[in-house]
């Protein structure tokens, strides 16, 4: 006992004594999702945005330049965020909401559970898009006012009151704007119309399709800049609301003590990204900024991805979950009636925030992704390896055409590809698109465009199976029913 009071430990010693969840007091969480960014954004080089909320987190935390969703979709994306599980594994293979209905089994821990088991409190502000909501469980929700959670500065606003309340215990707060989703349908981002007044405390920042640099992966057409433009648009929208967020923080006094990141769920809403496992579609801003981390300002090339989330900000709030039976699966998903031992909160991730003050950390320079739906329409099941310079993607559907998410589908800029009878998408063929083999293989040193497909090239047969080998491991460890594919179709 003497020691452990001379260690600080008093108060944590007390708590297993009395049989109260024991966590370390003043260490809070922000996670701030926006819903379908890329690299758009100042701090990662993008010299037209106006980003400067984020480029001041940037500043004063990490910017990850390697950091990956491990599934292009919205929904499927934010259940590996919350569990440190792929969803293959949890059975939230596409989107929760509407006809689509997919679900996490009821049994899998999730990280705003375990973190109330702790001794926080939680609270949802806007974009939530998990089921079921029992399994997803926040002690509040403040979405008074968020108008379809596009008014980041009323999100922020509603997130300062709750941060302010008289509450001795510490924090974990999931900030999620839909911006800069697009908004459905030919009709753009649901901000191009913008006014002064259309998003109370937000100022409309607009840009001169003229100026946009278009990426490489998609044609430099007239619809595109302007769907671009508005895109940025909605960008600088979410960026003043974050802007809002950070000074609440400080003016609370909660900038010491609390852990912010940064990320969004896919890549950005156009064809050649979201939806896809090319890098457009999977590598995405992640910026971190920890009160316990040496340096500011700088970047690490450590490979992670979103089933790292979770594991990351329980090592932060120093956490270990108690144990809990196996969330299993009965004959329709469902745990099992008898669920058994206990057994240890295990995650597929783990954390990475020994590589905050590290440029080029060693042991973080492989990771996998598995995406198998987006919409339920739209089923095409690709596994990923990336390991070093080289990726593998396992299109498992091959034979199936690409799938479309209906909004892309609808945009003016690939409605303008089909008006104009294309050959041509951004560096590839239209019909390389639509039609893909069942192995790809890429050097994202020499080819980061992703157009030279050696998988086929005998010179590399040896490197395409050692890849394909890890790939295979992985799946067996993570429980991935698709695995049987390598020995039928």
């Given at each position: 006992?003497?020691?452990?009071?001379?260690?600080g430990?008093?108060?944590?010693?007390?708590?297993?004594?009395?049989?109260?969840?024991?966590?370390?007091?003043n260490?809070?969480?922000?996670?701030?999702?926006?819903?379908?960014?890329?690299?758009?954004?100042?701090?990662?080089?993008?010299?037209?945005?106006?980003?400067?909320?984020?480029?001041?987190?940037?500043?004063?935390?990490t910017r990850f330049?390697?950091?990956?969703c491990?599934?292009?979709?919205?929904?499927?994306?934010?259940?590996?965020?919350?569990?440190?599980?792929?969803?293959?594994?949890?059975?939230?293979?596409?989107?929760?909401?509407?006809?689509n209905?997919f679900s996490?089994?009821?049994?899998?821990?999730t990280?705003?559970?375990?973190?109330?088991?702790?001794?926080?409190r939680?609270?949802?502000?806007?974009?939530?898009?998990?089921?079921?909501?029992?399994?997803?469980?926040?002690?509040?929700?403040?979405?008074?006012?968020?108008?379809?959670?596009?008014?980041?500065?009323?999100?922020?606003?509603?997130?300062r009151?709750?941060?302010?309340?008289?509450?001795?215990?510490?924090f974990?707060?999931?900030?999620?704007?839909?911006?800069?989703?697009?908004?459905?349908?030919?009709?753009?981002?649901s901000?191009?119309?913008?006014?002064?007044?259309?998003?109370?405390?937000?100022?409309?920042?607009?840009?001169?399709?003229?100026?946009?640099?278009?990426?490489?992966?998609?044609?430099?057409?007239?619809?595109?800049?302007?769907?671009?433009?508005?895109?940025?648009?909605?960008?600088s929208?979410?960026?003043?609301?974050?802007?809002?967020?950070?000074?609440?923080?400080?003016?609370?006094?909660?900038?010491?003590?609390?852990?912010?990141?940064?990320?969004?769920?896919?890549g950005?809403?156009f064809?050649?990204?979201?939806?896809?496992?090319?890098?457009?579609?999977?590598?995405?801003?992640?910026?971190?900024?920890?009160?316990?981390?040496?340096?500011?300002?700088?970047?690490?090339d450590?490979?992670?991805n979103?089933?790292?989330?979770?594991?990351?900000?329980?090592?932060?709030?120093?956490?270990?979950?108690?144990?809990?039976?196996?969330?299993?699966?009965?004959p329709?998903?469902?745990?099992?009636r008898?669920?058994?031992?206990?057994?240890?909160?295990?995650?597929?991730?783990?954390?990475?925030?020994?590589?905050?003050?590290t440029?080029?950390?060693?042991?973080?320079?492989?990771?996998h992704?598995?995406?198998?739906?987006?919409?339920?329409?739209?089923?095409?099941?690709?596994?990923?390896?990336?390991?070093g310079?080289?990726?593998?993607?396992?299109?498992?559907?091959?034979?199936?055409?690409?799938?479309?998410?209906?909004?892309?589908?609808?945009?003016?800029?690939?409605?303008?590809?089909?008006?104009?009878?294309?050959?041509?998408?951004?560096?590839?063929?239209?019909?390389?698109?639509?039609h893909?083999?069942?192995?790809?293989?890429?050097?994202?040193?020499a080819?980061?465009?992703?157009i030279?497909?050696?998988?086929?090239?005998?010179a590399?047969q040896?490197?395409?199976?050692?890849?394909?080998?890890k790939?295979k491991t992985?799946?067996?460890?993570?429980?991935?029913?698709?695995?049987?594919?390598?020995?039928y179709?």
């Amino acid at each position: 006992m003497i020691d452990t009071v001379r260690n600080g430990s008093a108060a944590m010693l007390l708590c297993c004594l009395l049989g109260v969840p024991a966590t370390a007091a003043n260490r809070n969480v922000v996670l701030f999702v926006v819903d379908d960014q890329g690299d758009q954004a100042g701090c990662f080089g993008n010299k037209l945005i106006r980003t400067p909320s984020l480029d001041s987190l940037a500043a004063a935390g990490t910017r990850f330049t390697r950091a990956y969703c491990t599934t292009a979709s919205c929904s499927a994306s934010r259940s590996v965020l919350m569990t440190g599980l792929y969803n293959h594994a949890t059975g939230h293979y596409g989107h929760a909401h509407g006809y689509n209905h997919f679900s996490t089994y009821s049994g899998v821990a999730t990280l705003p559970v375990l973190l109330a088991e702790a001794g926080y409190r939680t609270c949802s502000i806007g974009k939530y898009h998990l089921a079921p909501r029992q399994t997803y469980h926040f002690q509040d929700y403040r979405n008074a006012g968020v108008q379809g959670n596009r008014n980041a500065v009323r999100m922020a606003n509603n997130a300062r009151e709750w941060i302010a309340e008289n509450d001795s215990k510490p924090f974990f707060l999931y900030f999620c704007t839909s911006d800069p989703h697009r908004g459905g349908g030919p009709d753009g981002f649901s901000n191009f119309n913008d006014t002064p007044d259309r998003y109370p405390g937000v100022t409309p920042v607009r840009y001169d399709p003229e100026k946009i640099v278009v990426p490489p992966w998609l044609p430099d057409q007239p619809e595109v800049r302007r769907e671009l433009a508005e895109y940025y648009q909605a960008i600088s929208r979410l960026d003043q609301g974050l802007g809002v967020l950070l000074k609440a923080l400080k003016e609370t006094g909660h900038w010491d003590d609390t852990l912010i990141v940064f990320l969004s769920d896919n890549g950005p809403p156009f064809p050649g990204a979201k939806t896809t496992l090319y890098e457009p579609g999977m590598n995405l801003p992640l910026i971190v900024r920890s009160p316990d981390q040496k340096t500011s300002g700088g970047t690490t090339d450590a490979r992670v991805n979103w089933a790292d989330i979770t594991p990351t900000i329980l090592d932060f709030c120093r956490v270990t979950p108690r144990p809990r039976p196996p969330f299993g699966r009965g004959p329709n998903g469902e745990p099992p009636r008898k669920p058994g031992k206990p057994r240890p909160v295990s995650f597929h991730g783990r954390s990475f925030l020994s590589t905050l003050d590290t440029p080029h950390p060693k042991g973080f320079d492989e990771i996998h992704a598995s995406h198998t739906f987006h919409e339920i329409t739209m089923y095409y099941p690709m596994r990923v390896i990336i390991s070093g310079r080289y990726k593998y993607i396992f299109n498992i559907a091959h034979q199936l055409p690409y799938p479309f998410a209906s909004d892309l589908f609808a945009s003016p800029t690939w409605q303008g590809v089909l008006r104009r009878k294309d050959v041509l998408f951004g560096k590839r063929t239209v019909y390389s698109y639509l039609h893909r083999p069942r192995h790809e293989l890429y050097d994202l040193v020499a080819d980061p465009d992703e157009i030279t497909n050696m998988a086929y090239q005998p010179a590399q047969q040896e490197r395409l199976k050692a890849l394909q080998e890890k790939l295979k491991t992985w799946q067996r460890r993570t429980r991935d029913p698709w695995i049987l594919k390598w020995r039928y179709e």
